[in-house]
């Protein structure tokens, strides 16, 4: 059994909400395809003669180059450097669409506000217009072909208006490659009313319906953090191990001063790690301790857990944040002996 870290939003399709038997599920997702929808992502868009430049000093990744029909990973921060949201952020031509969890909606929409001053710059919240279905594992590109969506070859984060010849009759939807670490993630953005035909056509194409629970194990199998559960407002870019998310050429932005300022001494104090786990499963929030001639002194955190079914057996696992100075050592979260490990898990 899973620890289940969170609960998604339902939709109409219901495709977020866990659907019975998140084993199976999970087991779709690293060795098939699985489904789900992400619907309650929210997409905000950016149009204006400065939306280049102004993203650009928003973010901590590089959008004054991003080429069209390609996105980026990034945080916004305050000017203390502290991550305040992570977000995707696409160039679509004539626009710029971020994307982010919708728990951190108004958050971004709030800092986008205060940062307008004279910019040629307009921020709308889109989400209610653009459903989205995911589909994920290493049979996803074999089930978007056998749906009847022409999946051309797509770098991490390019999309494209893919040709369709399916029953679910999308007419015109975005196709988005994911970043995730297998490589072998898709996200379909479309109408709101074309969501059902769409879902129903990747089920019969021979795709799992999978839920939150499942999707959950899947990001801690590959140690992708997540904003509000391993990542929080007090904590620095660095800190996160998420090198993909920072750009050290692309100019100022809010925040790049302390960023800089940690690249030039060349380490940070703490950071996010992955753990094996041999015991009781630790709970996100537990401390852990490094065992020193006798005394047990804090070294850091656990922010996730769960107990991952993989194929050759259960694994117990966490993520969190281990100060430098104890790695190799004897480090132990409640009864549980922990020992940083490699990633992805599976």
């Keep these: 059994m899973s620890t289940v870290l969170y609960k998604s939003s339902e939709s109409a399709a219901s ?3 866990d659907r019975g038997n998140t084993r199976a599920e999970f087991q779709a997702l690293i060795s098939g395809c699985g489904v789900y929808d992400l619907s309650s992502r929210a997409k905000i868009s950016i149009t204006g003669e400065d ?3 102004w993203l650009n000093g928003m973010v901590t990744n590089n959008i004054r180059d991003l080429a069209p029909n390609h996105g980026v990973y990034g945080f916004l921060l305050n000017a203390q450097g502290r991550i305040q949201a992570d977000l995707y952020a696409y160039n679509l031509g004539e626009s710029l669409i971020v994307d982010t969890d919708a728990t951190q909606r108004e958050k971004i929409l709030a800092h986008f506000d205060k940062y307008i001053i004279a910019d040629d710059v307009e921020v709308a919240d889109i989400s209610p217009t653009v459903a989205c279905v995911g589909i994920a594992g290493p049979q996803a590109w074999s089930i978007l072909r056998k749906a009847g969506i022409q999946v051309p070859e797509l770098a991490p ?3 494209c208006s893919p040709k369709c010849d399916c029953a679910c009759d999308c007419l015109q939807c975005t196709l988005v490659r994911g970043d ?3 490589g072998c ?3 379909i953005w479309l109408a709101p009313d074309k969501f059902r ?5 990747l089920l019969a194409a021979g795709a ?12 801690i199998s590959f140690g992708v953090p997540r904003y509000g559960v391993d990542i929080h407002d007090r904590d620095l870019p660095q800190e996160t191990g998420q090198a993909r998310a920072l750009s050290f050429t692309k100019g100022c932005y809010l925040g790049q001063e302390i960023v800089e300022r940690i690249r030039s001494r060349g380490a940070v104090h703490r950071q996010f790690t992955a753990f094996a786990v041999d015991g009781a499963l630790p709970e996100p929030g537990t401390k852990i301790f490094v065992q020193e001639n006798n005394e047990a002194k804090e070294a850091g955190e656990i922010t996730s857990s769960a107990i991952l079914p993989l194929p050759e057996g259960d694994r117990p696992v966490a993520l969190g944040y281990l100060r430098r100075e104890a790695a190799g050592k004897d480090l132990r979260a409640g009864t549980a002996k922990l020992r ?6 599976a």
Aim: net charge negative; glycine share 2%.
């Design 51 to 53: 939306r280049v430049r």
């Design 340 to 345: 940083p490990v490699a990633l992805p898990f």
């Design 180 to 182: 995730d670490p297998a």
């Design 185 to 187: 993630s898709y996200e």
């Design 15 to 17: 495709a977020a909400a």
């Design 157 to 159: 984060l390019e999309l």
């Design 208 to 219: 799992t319906a999978v839920g939150a629970d499942a999707l959950e194990l899947r990001r």
């Design 197 to 201: 035909s769409t879902w129903d056509a």
